[in-house]
């Protein structure tokens, strides 16, 4: 597709479950980040890959949350045992030019409410 | 962590009125960007600015990169309707791991009818 695309758009679960948010880059984008967004605030990174690779997961609030790229181009959230704090906006950006850093395109984003 | 305080949080202003926003930080930045984020959708890049005092523009959108590198403003000019909406700024750290970018609060653009 033309632009970066994030499944499911809205997902509701109970506290407890087990959640997976995809993310599909722009083809050719060698960058992918993911970033959570709660009401009224900016984006809080999460966990960026470049490749297959994380090269940078220090975002991550807690061993509960796990991402993949397992072929440098699709990736997966996972969130285990959820709580109602996970509840927010799940954004993931995709960028080809690593030399200009910044220059991120975002998808619509994964809507998680945990009750 | 590092953040970025942008101001100000909110604004409401008139049809065609010029706007000014800025973002600070107590860390030197690489790279200064600028986002705006319409409801239901993700943050789109607006201006990029990689170098201490560097101006650049985007149409009505001028943005500058402070000389110190701990700051940043963007100015709206002759606003339209279409300019409602939530812009952020972000930036990346020298010396971090790879191309960790971090995002402001956000500055909620109103126009009054």
């Known amino acids: 597709g033309a632009g970066v695309s994030q499944t499911p758009s809205n997902k509701v679960t109970e506290k407890g479950k087990y959640v997976e948010l995809r993310c599909d880059p722009i083809?050719?984008?060698?960058?992918l980040y993911w970033y959570r967004q709660s009401l009224g605030q900016g984006p809080e990174f999460l966990i960026y890959?470049?490749?297959?690779?994380?090269?940078?997961d220090s975002g991550l609030p807690n061993d509960r949350f796990f991402a993949v790229r397992p072929e440098g181009s699709v990736s997966t959230l996972k969130i285990q045992r959820t709580e109602r704090g996970d509840s927010a906006v799940y954004l993931c950006?995709?960028?080809?030019?690593?030399?200009?850093?910044?220059?991120?395109?975002f998808g619509e984003g994964s809507r998680l409410t945990v009750l | 962590g590092q953040q970025l305080n942008q101001s100000p949080q909110s604004m409401f202003i008139q049809e065609g009125e010029d706007v000014s926003m800025n973002c600070t930080s107590s860390?030197?930045?690489?790279?200064w960007l600028w986002y705006k984020q319409d409801p239901g959708e993700g943050p789109v890049l607006l201006i990029a600015?990689?170098?201490?005092?560097e101006l650049t523009s985007n149409g009505r959108l001028t943005a500058q990169f402070g000389t110190t590198r701990k700051d940043s403003f963007l100015n709206i000019s002759a606003s339209i309707p279409s300019d409602v909406g939530i812009y952020f700024c972000?930036?990346?750290?020298?010396?971090?791991?790879?191309?960790?970018?971090?995002f402001g609060k956000g500055t909620r653009l109103h126009i009054l009818p």
């Open positions: 950006a995709s960028s080809a030019l690593a030399g200009r850093t910044g220059e991120l395109f």
């Open positions: 083809s050719g984008h060698t960058a």
């Open positions: 890959f470049q490749g297959t690779g994380a090269a940078d």
């Open positions: 860390s030197i930045f690489n790279t």
């Open positions: 600015l990689y170098k201490a005092g």
């Open positions: 972000a930036g990346q750290l020298p010396g971090n791991r790879d191309d960790k970018i971090i």
